[in-house]
Every structure is written in C-alpha cells, then in structure tokens.
C-alpha cells in the first residue's frame, strides 16, 4: 500500500522544482534595473513584463471576471482544465524592445461544461472572449492526482504483474509507478477511462497498459 505514497512524494517533488524554477525566473526579472519594475514578492500587484511573461495573477482573476460574464456560461462556471498565455507572433516578440508596449495579451483556455469542450481565447485588452470552438466530450482532461494513485492500487493488487515483477528478480520497494493517458480514441470506441503505467525501477523500465 506504500507503493501510492511514493508516486504522491515524487509528484510533489516536480511540482516544488517547477515552482522553485518559476520563481527564480520572476526574481531576476524583477532584479535591480531602470525599468522601474517593483521587487515586490506579493504576486497579486504583478504587471507582465514580455511579451512571452506568463499570466499574471491579476491577469487570471481578470480571466474569470470575463469567462463568469460570458453568456454560455452565465448560469453554471466551467472546469478549466487548461489556462496559458495564448502566445503573440514570433515576429512581434522578436521586435519588441524593453518599454514598448506589450502585444495584445490573450490567454487561451480549455474549459468544460455539461459534456461539451470549450476551446477558447480570451482578450485581456478588450475583455471579452474572441473565439470559443466547442466539441462534444470530455475532451480526454488531464490526468489528476487520484487517477494516478488509483492506477497504481489497481496495478500493485494485479497478481499477473507481480508475478512478473518477482521472475525479474525485482525489489518492489525499488519501484516506482507514472501513469499517462495511452491516447486519442475514436468516438467509436467503447467509453471507458484508460491509463498507460510505467514502472521505472532503479535500472530499467518496464510499460504496462
């Protein structure tokens, strides 16, 4: 049952590097210059500062005012399953020069409600949604934590793959599993989650759906 506990530690493990690897990234932007910039460390007073400069805190608060006010919906707010700087053209990041004023700033959100994926763009300067593509489905969401722990109990409990694990030889207290989506399947197919599972031990790998 520990086997769990140990993908849930390496998770949180990536996530404390990103978030270590992000905030050097703002720290040194924000370091000493003559653009005026503050030092601040309260993210809720961040203005971008790129054009490539990931979405502010008050830029995403910004994005759910606009999303709450958008007419479908109105009545029911949506799960976001992805929310990122919706990227201006290469050639106007390439041409920017420090105290230009930024390219518009758009955020481009993937977002679902009562069945039905919404792909969307959403205009900071003018506040509003400019593009919404939907599509029936779930749109295959990403992978969260629980479904992760549940593919590991699921693979851990299977008699067959411990069989196999104990023929190579290998200590289970060496193993550690990952879990991703397999892929895309037809709206043919039968309706049913499933997940691919690597187990990496501490000198090979083996994959396993």
Request: glycine share 4%; with cysteine; charged share 15%.
């Amino acid at each position: 049952m520990e086997k769990p506990y140990r993908l849930q530690f390496l998770i949180i493990i990536i996530s404390i590097a990103v978030f270590t690897c992000a905030y050097s990234r703002n720290t040194n932007l924000r370091s000493s210059s003559n653009t005026g910039v503050h030092n601040s460390n309260d993210h809720f007073t961040d203005t971008p500062l790129h054009p490539l400069y990931p979405l502010t805190v008050p830029e995403i608060n910004k994005i759910r005012s606009i999303l709450s006010a958008y007419e479908p919906f109105s009545s029911s707010f949506p799960s976001i399953n992805t929310l990122s700087l919706d990227e201006p053209d290469k050639s106007q990041v390439v041409s920017w020069k420090t105290g230009d004023p930024l390219p518009t700033r758009r955020a481009s959100v993937l977002a679902v409600l009562d069945g039905q994926t919404h792909v969307l763009t959403v205009d900071l300067n003018l506040g509003v949604v400019t593009t919404d593509v939907v599509n029936v489905g779930s749109g295959y969401p990403m992978l969260t934590t629980e479904d992760q722990l549940t593919a590991s109990l699921v693979l851990y409990s299977d008699l067959e793959f411990n069989n196999s694990i104990l023929a190579r030889g290998v200590d289970f207290n060496d193993l550690v599993c990952g879990s991703s989506s397999p892929s895309w399947f037809a709206r043919t197919r039968r309706a049913k989650e499933s997940l691919k599972s690597s187990v990496f031990p501490v000198k090979t790998h083996l994959t396993i759906t």
